[in-house]
């Protein structure tokens, strides 16, 4: 396969990560939740709405608007405006697509945001008109949404590599041990292994701390030249690598591999920077198989090893590897769109040091993986980036 070789990010940097506190229901609309990342983002940088030209959103629940029409509902005047349905992939897209509008000059400072309500009926209903595809493959058999999905993916993964509930057990305590540390985490319990294995069944095999909680929140971040956040005081990352593929490996019957395997030695090679460099990871986590795909695809395991390295590392803030130290999904919650965005908020904080309470000791560089639009039988959309402070 032929790489092109890429510019990189020289000039275009990422700053004020910004979460919106989480709730399990909200009677608030996806509206309110943009504009109050909006407005954080400002406070959190000292900036005027009219110094914001770009904007690049992601949300499921906002319809019948898009991001133009929001443009008007919060007073936004800008040159430059972007709108990616891409789920867990989204704020790897977004950032591709900032940077290279502030690079090129289209953009001075671009607002990445990522929020979605959850009314008491909002996620049946987003699994109606999520994909034709999976609406066709599963609604004759009585069933719908990721759920079923991931509980076929993950039984084969199961079957073909000899990965054990306890392994994927592992992987949500350590997160859930995370998320107690961390402060906007809706999970606030220590979970323990026979809690986990014995909890109540939702699609075989997976169980209820398998599958992510729907919620209502933001996520949000801004990128800008790196002499503009120098003139602001503003702490930021810079961006060492991205890659972003969508349907990758279509020729795989059942997905047990994704985009990054296709991408991750150019995203290593644009970062200059190898495996043992990483000093953390944030994986998209709706469910543990996922994770475990990511860890293989990323090269830091090879292809059905990742139960294995779970076994053999800890993956605590702590740990050997640590990983989703916010507590990801699994244990924070799935705030719709935003749920794309947690590792990338977290690992800003992370390499910027204003993690506070989850700070992993002396991080300098991450990777953050995203993954999205689960079309029943494979996630679509597959991104990662790699972040450091800005003297790494």
Same mark, same amino acid.
């Not at 709405?49 to 319809?63: N, V």
């Not at 209502?216 to 602001?232: C, H, I, K, T, Y």
């Given at each position: ?30 509206? $309110? ?226 985009? $990054? ?132």
């Amino acid at each position: 396969m032929t790489h092109l070789r890429r510019a990189g990010y020289a000039n275009a940097v990422v700053a004020v990560p910004v979460t919106v506190p989480y709730v399990r229901h909200s009677i608030r609309g996806a509206h $309110w939740f943009i504009a109050r990342a909006l407005r954080d983002l400002l406070e959190g940088s000292g900036l005027d709405k009219a110094d914001i030209d770009g904007l690049c959103l992601s949300s499921f629940t906002l319809a019948p608007d898009t991001a133009v029409g929001l443009t008007q509902h919060l007073g936004l005047s800008l040159r430059w405006l972007d709108h990616i349905p891409m789920g867990g992939a989204a704020a790897i897209v977004s950032l591709r697509r900032a940077l290279r509008a502030v690079e090129s000059g289209d953009a001075a400072i671009v607002a990445c945001v990522g929020a979605d309500t959850n009314h008491v009926d909002t996620f049946r209903a987003t699994l109606g008109n999520f994909s034709q595809f999976a609406r066709d493959a599963v609604y004759p058999y009585g069933s719908g949404g990721p759920n079923a999905s991931f509980a076929f993916l993950t039984a084969y993964y199961m079957r073909a590599f000899g990965a054990r509930r306890e392994d994927f057990g592992k992987l949500c305590i350590s997160q859930r041990e995370n998320a107690l540390r961390y402060p906007h985490a809706l999970f606030r319990k220590p979970l323990a292994m026979e809690e986990y294995l014995n909890a109540r069944l939702i699609a075989e095999p997976l169980r209820l701390f398998d599958c992510v909680m729907p919620c209502a929140g933001a996520e949000a971040f801004l990128v800008m030249s790196r002499a503009r956040a120098q003139d602001l005081g503003l702490p930021f990352a810079r961006v060492l690598a991205t890659s972003e593929r969508h349907n990758s490996f279509p020729e795989d019957p059942i997905q047990t591999r994704g985009g $990054w395997a296709l991408d991750r030695e150019e995203l290593f090679a644009q970062a200059g920077v190898s495996h043992q460099d990483i000093d953390f990871l944030q994986t998209y986590d709706d469910y543990p198989v996922i994770s475990a795909m990511q860890i293989e695809d990323l090269g830091f395991c090879g292809k059905g090893e990742a139960p294995e390295f779970i076994r053999e590392h800890s993956l605590t803030i702590d740990g050997t590897f640590p990983m989703n130290t916010s507590g990801g999904q699994l244990s924070v919650g799935q705030a719709g769109a935003a749920g794309g965005y947690l590792g990338m908020t977290e690992a800003i904080r992370q390499v910027t040091g204003t993690a506070q309470s989850t700070t992993v000791p002396d991080a300098r560089i991450g990777l953050v993986s995203g993954f999205g639009m689960i079309n029943y039988d494979r996630g679509l959309c597959c991104g990662a980036a790699i972040l450091a402070e800005p003297s790494a």
